[in-house]
């Protein structure tokens, strides 16, 4: 990430790179902001920018993979970064920048359930998720937080055996007798 530059509106930007493309990004914390610290201002602009870089780059992938197809270049081939519609890329990146909201209790993606069936049906849906990623060749590392706790959630509610193993692992589990151990 580059340092902030100010903009003529008195803006904020600086810039980071996703998969050697090179996007602005606003900065909207200010210190003194809510009674933020200059090093909370910062801590709170770098943590979004990383988490922009992070969400927005099976997007950059997916469009490099596009480029590579449209032009018959070989999967392991590099693409340079010029080549991208740039413009494009940066209006649905500003877009998404500016909806992002941080989120609510430890980042969002497949939240752990409170509930130990609900936690166990996760487990097992997640499982089955990555599995099936895996026989399409879809890299884990493309598909993001949010689209895996959608896929996660999808598949819970497409099989319901999923929910009544979770209930007959959680419902074993509690049977075991921990007596054979001298506990």
Do not use: W
């Not at 990004?25 to 990383?50: C, F, M, W």
């Not at 069936?117 to 990555?130: F, H, L, N, P, S």
């Not at 590392?141 to 929910?163: C, T, W």
């Amino acid at each position: 990430m580059t340092d902030a530059n100010t903009t003529a509106n008195d803006v904020q930007v600086s810039e980071i790179t996703i998969q050697g493309l090179a996007f602005e990004v606003d900065r909207p914390y200010k210190a003194g902001q809510i009674d933020l610290s200059e090093g909370e201002a910062h801590a709170l602009n770098q943590t979004r920018a990383e988490n922009l870089r992070n969400n927005f780059a099976p997007q950059v992938r997916k469009a490099i993979e596009e480029y590579r197809k449209a032009n018959n270049l070989p999967e392991d081939g590099e693409v340079a970064v010029t080549n991208l519609d740039r413009d494009t890329l940066q209006t649905e990146f500003d877009k998404y920048a500016d909806n992002y909201k941080f989120a609510v209790g430890g980042g969002g993606g497949t939240r752990t359930p409170l509930d130990p069936v609900m936690r166990e049906a996760t487990r097992i849906a997640t499982d089955k998720v990555k599995t099936a990623l895996s026989e399409k060749n879809i890299k884990l590392s493309a598909v993001s937080k949010d689209r895996m706790a959608e896929l996660v959630k999808q598949v819970i509610g497409k099989y319901p055996e999923i929910k009544a193993e979770a209930q007959r692992r959680v419902e074993a589990t509690g049977a075991i007798a921990l007596d054979a151990i001298g506990l």
